[in-house]
């Protein structure tokens, strides 16, 4: 049983794959306790794995993002290795806490400050509030996203990308056009 908060299907809104359809699997909980969380995932569902592929199955695209709170306390291989069966492509956001089953298709690690676990990110997506973030530009990713803190200093992510160019521009795009 997967503690799930939500289940949806919408278009992703941050990083590389914004503007993709995504089904959604939003888990409950997580490890960290960030001031400026703004999900609320504390409650959820257990629900079992059928009924998770059942659900994400309702909807047409293949493109599966595990999401939270922290999916990494949920997920375990089998559950990885069922998704893949049923033909999904698998990205993950998470804090990079806790090591990942093998075989996901796309990690996004969004630091908090927290000892990293993760032996492979695909990209980087840091919620920019002005600390430093040299160490996460050394990080081994493909990409490196600095985003702003709920839409609220665009302008100073923009300056600090400016001078700083291994960085790119994420911005909360299902924000900024009402997408849920």
Not at 36 to 52: K, P, Q, W, Y
Request: net charge negative; charged share 20%.
């Amino acid at each position: 049983m997967r503690k799930i908060n939500e289940i949806f299907y919408s278009l992703q809104g941050e990083g590389f794959y914004t503007g993709t359809p995504a089904v959604f699997i939003r888990f409950s909980g997580c490890n960290l306790k960030c001031s400026f969380c703004d999900t609320r995932h504390e409650t959820g569902t257990l629900m079992s794995d059928e009924a998770i592929l059942e659900a994400i199955s309702a909807y047409p695209s293949d493109f599966v993002v595990l999401t939270g709170g922290e999916p990494s306390l949920w997920i375990d291989q089998p559950f990885i290795d069922r998704l893949h069966e049923a033909g999904k492509y698998i990205s993950i956001e998470t804090n990079g806490t806790h090591p990942l089953p093998d075989g996901i298709d796309w990690v996004t690690c969004s630091p908090k400050g927290a000892p990293l676990q993760l032996k492979h990110m695909d990209e980087i997506k840091v919620v920019y509030t002005g600390q430093d973030v040299t160490e996460y530009a050394r990080m081994n990713a493909a990409w490196h996203f600095l985003q702003p803190c709920s839409c609220q200093n665009t302008q100073a992510v923009i300056d600090y990308i400016l001078r700083h160019p291994e960085w790119r521009l994420s911005l909360q795009t299902h924000k900024l056009v009402n997408i849920p």
